[in-house]
T-cell receptor, first 113, second 113 residues
Framework: DAKTTQPNSMESNEEEPVHLPCNHSTISGTDYIHWYRQLPSQGPEYVIHGLTSNVNNRMASLAIAEDRKSSTLILHRATLRDAAVYYC??????????????FGKGTHLIIQP | DTEVTQTPKHLVMGMTNKKSLKCEQH?????MYWYKQKAKKPPELMFV???????INESVPSRFSPECPNSSLLNLHLHALQPEDSALYLCASSRIQGRETQYFGPGTRLLVL
């Protein structure tokens, strides 16, 4: 799977939007962009994924650049419970079969009350 | 039900002990995973089971012995561990096709004395 680059940490205020960037300049045409997050003392949890178009779900939105070399995870109104490490992971789903996730260092999101 | 359960939550063991970690899911997933996470580091893949057979071993030392007795259960048998094996051990499961979303348990925090 291609590599991703994320800022080590970001800080935001409660109830404000948060934009978490991810660079993936070597992305291939069949790589999906997945986001997982890990809250303190918990296992990672799936947040959202997309291929080319922007995606929304109840947790977040994913904005994908036109050239797909970068993406942004958007939390529309951050709460203290959104404080976590956010991981951006590329997955070539055409390869099929079960395969592990390759986690980068992720972004540690700090939410100030 | 999208829950993956892991027992025990915490485990302290000596270097001569034998212990086992257990993981269970009832989502009908046929892929199950073990990850290891050291403090302040991202999770790292250890093993993947597909249809109850070991499909990926990321060159893990033989003192870690995985077992998948049925499609809902995954064990990790531990023997003669070293203090540097102290970590959070995470279990995950997913459907097989298309490298599906993985669901993680809360982990077992292991301390080797």
């Amino acid at each position: 799977d291609a590599k991703t680059t994320q800022p080590n940490s970001m800080e935001s205020n409660e109830e404000e939007p948060v934009h978490l960037p991810c660079n993936h300049s070597t992305i291939s045409g069949t790589d999906y962009i997945h986001w997982y997050r890990q809250l303190p003392s918990q296992g990672p949890e799936y947040v959202i994924h997309g291929l080319t178009s922007n995606v929304n779900n109840r947790m977040a939105s994913l904005a994908i650049a036109e050239d797909r070399k970068s993406s942004t995870l958007i939390l529309h109104r951050a709460t203290l419970r959104d404080a976590a490490v956010y991981y951006c992971i590329l997955r070539d789903v055409t390869r099929g079969g079960a395969d592990g996730l390759t986690f980068g260092k992720g972004t540690h999101l700090i939410i100030q009350p | 039900d999208t829950e993956v359960t892991q027992t025990p939550k915490h485990l302290v063991m000596g270097m001569t002990n034998k212990k086992s970690l257990k993981c269970e899911q009832h989502m009908g997933h046929r892929a199950m995973y073990w990850y290891k996470q050291k403090a302040k580091k991202p999770p790292e893949l250890m093993f993947v089971y597909s249809y109850e057979k070991l499909s990926i071993n990321e060159s893990v030392p033989s003192r870690f012995s995985p077992e998948c007795p049925n499609s809902s259960l995954l064990n990790l048998h531990l023997h003669a561990l070293q203090p540097e094996d102290s970590a959070l051990y995470l279990c995950a499961s997913s459907r097989i096709q298309g490298r599906e979303t993985q669901y993680f348990g809360p982990g077992t925090r292991l301390l080797v004395l």
